[in-house]
């Protein structure tokens, strides 16, 4: 019996991040290394304009085979949608491969790299 091969996504292949905000969805591009910082302050690399979200809420990292999840704020946590379609809130940080947060109204996916992708990434998409 044959088994197909599996394919590991390259360590330099860049994950993709979609938010969903207002009915409204917008696609970044993460390439390994980047951290993107999620909030209301004008200064993060994506602002929310929701008052249930801190001016600097979370921090995602595209990180390995995955991302790392970083909740900024404490006392207001970053939520994930867990497999059994539960939110947990993530208390520091939180590695993961792919994933649905909660931050505020908003919904955020982390997608895993493209296990076809075997090159040198290309610009990253900017808002």
């Known amino acids: 019996m044959d088994r197909a091969k599996r394919t590991r996504p390259s360590p330099l292949a860049p994950g993709m991040l979609v938010i969903v905000a207002d009915g409204q969805s917008t696609a970044f591009t993460v390439v390994p290394g980047q951290r993107v910082t999620i909030g209301r302050d004008p200064g993060a690399n994506i602002v929310v304009d929701d008052s249930n979200v801190s001016a600097n809420h979370t921090q995602v990292e595209r990180r390995g085979p995955g991302w790392l999840v970083n909740s900024l704020d404490a006392a207001n946590p970053t939520w994930i949608l ?42 990253v998409a900017q808002r």
């Open 82 to 123: 867990d497999t059994t379609g539960r939110t947990q809130p993530i208390d520091g940080e939180l590695g993961l491969r792919s994933g649905e947060l909660l931050i505020g109204k908003c919904q955020v996916m982390l997608y895993p790299p493209d296990p076809r992708y075997n090159q040198t990434p290309g610009p």
